[in-house]
């Protein structure tokens, strides 16, 4: 309320400080995700998931496809995070989840069922049946950007979104594997903002790192880097399903899953 009494005009969902004003006021992981699928505060990306909803790839074609944004998939008090880049055109664009319906998606999922943190190895659709345990897929970016590529004021007019997601997830969390360079820089700002004091300089990507964050009360938050696993990734040999599964299973042990 403005001191004259009358109520300050709220940003639309077409308006570029909608995740700004709207996220920190999500009570819960569910409101969130409610609010956040009906983002439009990115023009470029909002015309591209739509053209791409409605053009469509053969293979695809009888499919309704989502073109919205992608919320993040898994418990609400999950104790390790995934945090990708974004959601693929015809992968999590098309099905309306994370990691779902797309090459990279099923790299992932395979490797999490090998270690115990999801039901089934594949993800096709939505209502395929699979659930995570413990997990929560989260993403910098929820909108499928051109040549998956957001520019940096899309990934910063997103990041109220991820921040709102870590805080409510804060808790309970204990772990954050982060799958590719973009999305461990689009990250650490939002630890830091979040409350986990990050050492100096800031630590750099690379697949293997880890970092043992501490926040306000001494909890710990151990930062996994990890490749992504992007077809190019898994097909030139650069992450492999050992390696993949060698930094879940570690994640896990210290999340207590
Ligand atoms: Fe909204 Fe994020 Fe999509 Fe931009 S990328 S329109 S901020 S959900």
């Given at each position: 309320m403005a001191e004259s009494g009358v109520s300050e005009p709220q940003p639309s969902v077409a308006d570029r400080r909608f995740p700004a004003h709207r996220a920190p006021r999500c009570a819960d992981i569910g409101e969130l995700d409610a609010q956040l699928t009906g983002c439009r505060a990115c023009p470029r990306l909002v015309a591209w998931r739509e053209q791409v909803a409605v053009e469509k790839r053969a293979a695809y074609r009888d499919d309704d496809y989502w073109g919205r944004p992608v919320p993040g998939f898994g418990?609400?008090?999950?104790a390790l995070a995934v945090v990708g880049l974004a959601p693929a055109a015809h992968g999590g664009n098309r099905t309306g989840r994370m990691f779902t319906g797309d090459p990279a998606g099923d790299f992932l999922v395979a490797g999490l069922h090998a270690v115990?943190?999801?039901?089934?190895?594949?993800?096709?659709?939505?209502?395929?049946?699979l659930t995570l345990r413990g997990v929560r897929m989260a993403a910098p970016v929820h909108c499928a950007p051109p040549q998956n590529k957001p520019t940096t004021e899309e990934r910063d007019t997103c990041r109220p979104w991820l921040a709102a997601e870590l805080s409510l997830l804060h808790p309970g969390l204990r772990a954050v594997v982060v799958l590719g360079g973009f999305g461990w820089r689009a990250l650490l700002p939002v630890l830091a903002d979040a409350g986990w004091q990050l050492p100096r300089p800031r630590p750099k990507f690379g697949h293997g790192t880890q970092v043992v964050l501490a926040d306000r009360d001494g909890e710990e938050l151990h930062l996994f880097g990890c490749y992504h696993p992007s077809q190019r990734n898994v097909n030139t040999g650069r992450l492999t399903r050992p390696m993949l599964d060698a930094v879940f299973r570690e994640a896990a042990a210290v999340a207590g899953l």
């Open positions: 418990p609400d008090d999950a115990g943190l999801a039901s089934q190895p594949t993800a096709t659709g939505i209502d395929d049946g």
